[in-house]
């Protein structure tokens, strides 16, 4: 366990009231050439942490027919960039010490990168000819095809995988929301040279970068290392195709599929509710009280402590621009499956009606609070990927530093009253994967 957990758990055995000690001096910082970031100082050990991310250049985005394209091509500039070959590229990160990584996601294509300060230019440098100058030759995009069928295989055995994959389906049909951010192997083996370099070049703009950086540098010598190696990025992407909201799903629909495996692995989601909406920070208390406190959570003393049916169980909001969902996990025992179904289902309506009490609004409230400071602001790593996802979904990064007060700010009868609205037990999406396999 890591030790902001423990000092989190300490804390809230104590019912202390915390407020975040941690406060951002986040800066807005305009290049020479052009290029914008944001930059937060932290000299306690010479690291910088850097995130990169393209809007818009997520998988929701991609044809049908070239689904994975953006998992592909994040593996592809991993292959050789620059003057320097697979084998080379990695030698160079290993020998600096420098964590690089690709991650395609839901919405944005995103580069996050971890150094020591002195190799911060040797590092800026190579992330530069990843995504401006990467080789795409034949070898490498053998090596990644191969990697991909072995990749496939294992999705094939992972019952989280297959059970995420059926609940996206249900719940957003046809929506590019319900879209594998891997495709399939069909549309993988597809996949030309000709499309990985028409993504990069559509995709890694200047008119569609967002930048963060954390750490201990100066936002002059950060401007000159981003003007010198990201300022001829092309200026502005390609249009990108419509991507429509999504957030009513309909009657609720189950699906069961069999897998030879000790324990069911079982999903549930239901209509969420949006970051914009006046009622979010009301609902991020709710869905911490009902699934989000690990032991302490409404869901965790009922089928775990009272029913003894289940070692884990987790609900969470999931805000994102083109739907909201909130979605939950649980693995059980596959002859239990069933009850462990009706249990989440007879916690949901009976909070619904009920509500929470005074004890456990104050300790969501406190357990929220002590995540920021703790976990979300504790290093660098974490701000520069919270300042980048504030950017990523346009968001207002002033709510980082409020956010204490607008959690302290929350009501009960508010939460409760919500809580009303908000919960649907008969409108619950589930997809359990296991031995039972029978539609509940």
């Known amino acids: 366990m890591r030790v902001s957990k423990l000092l989190f758990l300490l804390f809230f055995c104590l019912g202390f009231n915390l407020q975040a000690s941690s406060h951002l001096n986040i800066e807005e910082v305009n290049t020479n050439k052009g290029l914008k970031f944001l930059f937060v100082k932290n000299r306690d050990l010479p690291k910088v942490s850097l995130n990169i991310s393209f809007k818009d250049a997520g998988y929701v985005y991609e044809s049908a027919e070239k689904q994975g394209l953006a998992w592909f091509t994040s593996l592809v500039i991993q292959e050789g960039a620059g003057k320097n070959d697979a084998k080379d590229f990695v030698k160079k990160l290993e020998d600096k010490g420098i964590s690089l990584n690709f991650i395609p996601g839901l919405e944005a294509f995103r580069v996050s990168l971890n150094t020591l300060s002195e190799n911060l230019e040797d590092a800026i440098s190579l992330l530069s000819d990843a995504i401006m100058r990467p080789k795409v030759d034949p070898k490498g995009l053998n090596r990644v095809f191969e990697k991909a069928k072995v990749n496939f295989n294992n999705f094939e055995k992972d019952p989280y ?85 999504k957030n009513e799903f309909g009657p609720a629909e189950n699906k069961s599929v069999f897998m030879d495996i000790p324990q069911s692995v079982i999903l549930f989601a239901q209509r969420g509710i949006a970051y914009e909406d006046p009622n979010y920070y009301n609902a991020s208390v709710l869905i911490n009280a009902l699934g989000g406190m690990s032991l302490n959570s409404i869901l965790m003393k009922e089928l775990r402590q009272n029913l003894g049916i289940t070692y884990g169980v987790s609900a969470r909001n999931v805000p994102n621009k083109h739907g909201n969902i909130i979605s939950g996990f649980m693995s059980t025992d596959s002859s239990t499956a069933s009850k462990a179904i009706s249990a989440v289902k007879d916690t949901f309506r009976r909070i619904k009606e009920e509500g929470i009490d005074e004890q456990l609004f104050k300790d969501a409230k406190i357990s929220l609070v002590n995540d920021l400071t703790f976990f979300f602001l504790s290093n660098n790593v974490s701000i520069a990927m919270l300042l980048d996802d504030m950017q990523i979904n346009d968001r207002d990064v002033s709510r980082i530093n409020n956010y204490v007060n607008t959690i302290n700010d929350v009501k009960l009868e508010e939460v409760n009253k919500l809580a009303n609205s908000l919960l649907n037990p008969e409108n619950l999406f589930f997809v359990e994967v296991g031995r039972s396999a029978q539609g509940q």
């Open 161 to 245: 995988f297959i059970a995420a994959k059926e609940l996206d389906t249900l719940l957003f049909k046809k929506h590019p929301y319900s879209r594998d951010p891997y495709g399939t192997l069909d549309t993988i083996m597809s996949i030309t040279r000709d499309d990985v370099l028409t993504y990069i070049k559509r995709s890694f703009t200047k008119d569609n970068i967002v930048i963060s950086i954390v750490g201990c540098a100066t936002k002059e010598e950060v401007s000159t290392l981003l003007d010198k190696y990201l300022s001829k990025l092309p200026s502005k992407r390609s249009k990108i195709r419509k991507v429509s909201v």
